[in-house]
DNA sequence: GCGCATAGTGGGTAAAGGTGGGTAATTGCG
DNA sequence: CGCAATTACCCACCTTTACCCACTATGCGC
């Protein structure tokens, strides 16, 4: 499963390196090599899917009305932007103009774990949302 | 079971001794060499798991409804940080930049047992903690 | 008090992870 | 159809991490 917290260079070209142990994982528990990214329509930044997982959003997706309009909007917003990306020697993949600019990525990219998924976020916009989230979290009475 | 507290040092590298009583608690109480090292959001300290226990907070994470707010910021905050560690030959474990910078480990590293995982706190942190723990006790009226 | 065992610290070296950049192929547009 | 811009692919460098060895400090038993 994808967890920990890695911070990369996205350098003039827009490639950035997907973290090794991402790469491992990828490869070790889904025998894939490359990943799709999409919109996160929740939070500005991408997510990344091994192909098994993307397959399964699809399905759930799919089970829904088509004409119900959260459907479609997410068909728009996610399923519209989502694309395979196989890394090249190096483990670094191209990251679209598009998605770059959603997520307001400019040089420093903070890959995050996420289970079964990894989030892709600019440093400072990972640094902000880590502190509100933190700070929801603080008056909180967390029984795990 | 985790107990006691224990104060070591980080060198230059950003390594740290684990006691050695919690390396040999890990071992004989859980089999285990590894321990999985978070984020704790309620404190400015990091929190060391077993991976059973690890697992099982997971398990609790798990059984919560995915869409809860909360449930998100704990991801966000724990989850995507944590990582396991497996201990070098002289029982000491890289801290990597991210964890070091939110428990403001400098130097002096304290790691406090709490049962079935421990904390590791900067040494000046700690202290006050302790101070603030202390006075909030002072008025109590414990039955333990 | 001395010596041994164990815990903790410092540092060198080889491999792996990450970064920068050049050139060939491809795409898109006039 | 040709040119410019973008993308893919490759090579080489640099930084960080993993692994190993040796030393110091501390505590315990004799």
């Not at 829904?64 to 890394?87: C, G, H, L, M, W």
């Amino acid at each position: 499963m994808f967890q920990g917290e890695y911070t990369n260079n996205m350098d003039e070209k827009g490639r950035v390196n997907i973290p090794a142990s991402f790469r491992d994982v990828l490869q070790k528990s889904y025998n894939e090599t490359s990943i799709i990214v999409a919109r996160d329509p929740q939070n500005m930044c991408l997510r990344a899917y091994p192909q098994r997982e993307w397959r399964r959003l699809l399905a759930k997706i799919g089970a829904r009305p088509s004409n119900d309009r959260i459907v479609q909007a997410f068909k728009r917003t996610v399923i519209s932007s989502a694309q395979e990306y196989a890394p090249d020697k190096q483990g670094r993949v191209l990251i679209p103009q598009s998605l770059r600019s959603y997520a307001g990525i400019s040089k420093s990219a903070v890959f995050a774990g996420s289970v079964d998924t990894f989030e892709i976020w600019d440093a400072t916009a990972w640094d902000e949302q880590l502190t509100a989230s933190l700070a929801l979290l603080q008056n909180q009475d967390l029984d795990f």
